[in-house]
C-alpha cells in the first residue's frame, strides 16, 4: 500500500487465498465482488454501489513461449480515498507505475493529487496504451506476409498468416466487451468522480475505439492476404495439373501406337528394320506437332 494526501493505493499481484480473507475483513464488499475475485477470467464487467465501483478488465499480453495474445485480468475497487488493483498475472505497465509511485513521493504525490478518480484513470490509461505496440507488431507481421506472398513463399507462409489471424481473433475477443466497459464508466456518476475527469475518461474510450478500429482493418487485411495466399496456391496447383495433362495427351498417341504394333499380330513390314524407323518417326512427328500446338495455345 502506498498512500498519499489521504488517497491509498493497495496493488496485490497474483492475489491468493490470504489477499481475499484479508478484503473480505477491512472492506465492506459485496460477496459476489469477491467471489469474482477468487474467480478465473471473469468477462470485463462494471458494478456500481452507492460507496464503491467494482471494476473487471481485461488487457492483452504476449506470451513468447506460446506466441499467442492472452488476455491478462485486472480487476479494481474503486472508493472515495481508496483504489484496490489485483491483476491476477503480470502485466507490463501496471508493475513499473506502482514501483514508480512507490519510490518516488513527488510522483506519488502528483499521481495522487487527483483523487480516486484520476489515479484509475492513469492505471487504466497505461494499460491500454500497452496495446498500441502490440499492434505495430502486427501491423509489421501483416506487411512482411503481404511481402512473402510477392515473393513466392506461398507455400511457407501459410501457417504464419494463420498464426496472426488468430493473434487478431484473440485481440479482438479481449477489446470487444471492454469497450462496453469504458463507455459505462465514462457515463459512471459518483460523488469521488468530478466532473472535470469526464474529458479523461472520455479520452480512455477514445483510446480503445481507435485499437478496435485498427483491429478491425487489420482483421480486414489478414481475410484479404489468407484469400489472396490461396488464390495463389490454387494457381501453382492448376499449373501443375495442366503441365501434367498436356503431357497425359502428349504420349496418349504413343502409348496407342506401342500398343497396336506390340499385338501379336501380322502387320504389313514386321521384323523390317524400316518398320522399326517409320513407327519412331511417326511417334516423332506427333509428339512434335502436340508440343508446338499446345505451346502456341500456352500451355506449355
Not at 201 to 220: M, Q
Not at 257 to 283: C, D, H, K, Q, R
Request: a negative charge; charged letters at 25%; hydrophobic letters at 45%.
Amino acid at each position: 500500500m502506498v498512500e498519499s494526501g489521504g488517497l491509498r493505493w493497495y496493488h496485490v499481484e497474483s492475489p491468493r487465498a490470504a489477499d481475499h480473507a484479508w478484503l473480505a475483513e477491512h472492506f465492506t464488499f459485496h460477496p459476489l465482488d469477491l467471489e469474482d475475485v477468487a474467480s478465473i477470467n471473469q468477462r470485463p464487467k462494471l458494478d456500481v454501489y452507492d460507496d464503491y465501483l467494482f471494476l473487471v478488465v481485461q488487457f492483452p499480453r504476449f506470451d513468447k513461449e506460446s506466441g499467442r495474445l492472452n488476455p491478462v485480468e485486472v480487476d479494481i475497487f474503486i472508493g472515495p480515498d481508496y483504489v484496490i488493483t489485483l491483476p491476477e498475472d503480470h502485466i507490463v505497465p501496471l508493475p513499473a507505475l506502482w514501483e514508480r509511485a512507490q519510490q518516488q513521493p513527488e510522483f506519488r504525490a502528483e499521481l495522487f493529487s487527483g483523487g480516486s478518480g484520476r489515479l484509475l484513470y492513469e492505471i487504466l490509461d497505461r494499460c491500454v496504451d500497452a496495446g498500441f505496440p502490440m499492434l505495430g507488431q502486427l501491423g509489421r507481421k501483416l506487411r512482411r506476409l503481404e511481402d512473402g506472398i510477392f515473393e513466392g513463399r506461398s507455400r511457407e507462409i501459410v501457417r504464419d498468416i494463420s498464426n496472426t489471424k488468430q493473434e487478431i481473433i484473440n485481440f479482438r475477443s479481449i477489446i470487444r466487451p471492454q469497450r462496453a466497459v469504458f463507455r459505462v464508466l465514462e457515463r459512471a456518476k459518483q460523488g469521488y468522480f468530478g466532473e472535470e475527469l469526464d474529458v479523461y475518461f472520455d479520452d480512455l474510450t477514445d483510446a480503445s475505439e481507435r485499437i478496435w478500429d485498427v483491429l478491425e482493418n487489420f482483421k480486414e487485411i489478414v481475410e484479404a492476404l489468407e484469400s489472396s495466399n490461396e488464390s495463389v496456391l490454387s494457381h501453382g496447383v492448376n499449373d501443375t495439373l495442366r503441365l501434367l495433362t498436356a503431357l497425359s495427351v502428349i504420349l496418349l498417341p504413343q502409348t496407342l501406337i506401342t500398343g497396336l504394333f506390340g499385338m501379336n499380330v501380322l502387320f504389313p513390314g514386321e521384323g523390317t528394320g524400316a518398320a522399326f524407323w517409320w513407327i519412331s518417326g511417326t511417334m516423332l512427328l506427333i509428339t512434335v506437332a502436340l508440343v508446338a500446338f499446345f505451346r502456341r495455345r500456352g500451355w506449355l
